[in-house]
C-alpha cells in the first residue's frame, strides 16, 4: 500500500467510514491540531528529564490517538470499532498532578513559558492542547463529540502545566515568573 493515494489533492480528506470533508473542516482542523498535540508529547518523551515519565507519556499519546480516531469517525463508527477513552483516563491525569504538587514548591505568581528547552517544549505542548480544545469544542458546538474528549483535553493541558513545573524543579532551574509593569499613578 502506498502512503500517498491521491485523493486529497483536490483538498478533502474522507473520514473513517468514508464521507469525504474539506481539509479546512473544523472537524480535520479538531484532530489534525490533536495529531500536532500528540507530537510534542513525543518530544516531551524523548527529553532526559521525563525518563521516569516516559510510559505515562505514551500513555497520553495513545489516548491522543483514541481521541484523533474519534474525532476522524462518523457517528455511527464512534459507537462500533474504536477504541475507549475512559474516566479513570481523566483520573490518571488527575492523581499525577497531585503527585507533582506534593512535591513541587506552592505557585505564587504566573509562570513565563521558558528557562530551559525542556520546560518550553512543554508549553507549548500545552498550549497546542488548549488550542485543540478549543477545536474540539468548536465541532462540539455543531456535531456530536462525546463529553470526556474535551474533559480529558482540558485536563490534560493542566497536568502539561504542573509537568512544565515538575520539570523546572527536577532540573534545578529558577521558575521565570510574570512581574506585570504598572504604569504609576498620575
Given at each position: 500500500m502506498?502512503?500517498?493515494?491521491?485523493?486529497?489533492d483536490r483538498g478533502t480528506t474522507s473520514l473513517i467510514g468514508g464521507t469525504r470533508l474539506s481539509k479546512?473542516?473544523?472537524?480535520?482542523?479538531?484532530?489534525?491540531?490533536?495529531?500536532?498535540?500528540?507530537?510534542?508529547?513525543?518530544?516531551?518523551r524523548d527529553q532526559s528529564v521525563n525518563e521516569h515519565r516516559r510510559d505515562l507519556l505514551k500513555e497520553i499519546q495513545d489516548r491522543l490517538f483514541t481521541i484523533g480516531s474519534h474525532l476522524a469517525s462518523e457517528s455511527d463508527q464512534v459507537k462500533r470499532?474504536?477504541?475507549?477513552?475512559?474516566?479513570?483516563?481523566?483520573?490518571?491525569?488527575?492523581?499525577e498532578m497531585d503527585v507533582i504538587d506534593s512535591q513541587i514548591p506552592p505557585l505564587r505568581a504566573f509562570v513565563?513559558?521558558?528557562?530551559?528547552?525542556?520546560?518550553?517544549?512543554?508549553?507549548?505542548?500545552?498550549?497546542?492542547?488548549?488550542?485543540?480544545?478549543?477545536?474540539?469544542?468548536h465541532l462540539q458546538q455543531g456535531e456530536e463529540v462525546e463529553d470526556i474528549v474535551v474533559r480529558y483535553l482540558n485536563r490534560l493541558s493542566d497536568y502539561l502545566f504542573m509537568l512544565c513545573?515538575?520539570?523546572?524543579?527536577?532540573?534545578?532551574?529558577?521558575?521565570?515568573?510574570?512581574?506585570?509593569?504598572?504604569?504609576p499613578k498620575k
Amino acid at each position: 500500500m502506498k502512503i500517498y493515494t491521491k485523493t486529497g489533492d483536490r483538498g478533502t480528506t474522507s473520514l473513517i467510514g468514508g464521507t469525504r470533508l474539506s481539509k479546512a473542516h473544523v472537524r480535520i482542523d479538531a484532530y489534525g491540531t490533536v495529531d500536532e498535540l500528540n507530537s510534542y508529547i513525543g518530544m516531551l518523551r524523548d527529553q532526559s528529564v521525563n525518563e521516569h515519565r516516559r510510559d505515562l507519556l505514551k500513555e497520553i499519546q495513545d489516548r491522543l490517538f483514541t481521541i484523533g480516531s474519534h474525532l476522524a469517525s462518523e457517528s455511527d463508527q464512534v459507537k462500533r470499532v474504536l477504541p475507549d477513552l475512559l474516566d479513570t483516563d481523566v483520573t490518571l491525569l488527575e492523581t499525577e498532578m497531585d503527585v507533582i504538587d506534593s512535591q513541587i514548591p506552592p505557585l505564587r505568581a504566573f509562570v513565563l513559558p521558558g528557562g530551559h528547552p525542556s520546560v518550553s517544549f512543554g508549553h507549548i505542548a500545552r498550549t497546542v492542547c488548549r488550542r485543540a480544545e478549543r477545536a474540539v469544542i468548536h465541532l462540539q458546538q455543531g456535531e456530536e463529540v462525546e463529553d470526556i474528549v474535551v474533559r480529558y483535553l482540558n485536563r490534560l493541558s493542566d497536568y502539561l502545566f504542573m509537568l512544565c513545573r515538575a520539570m523546572t524543579y527536577e532540573l534545578e532551574i529558577e521558575e521565570v515568573t510574570w512581574k506585570p509593569r504598572v504604569a504609576p499613578k498620575k
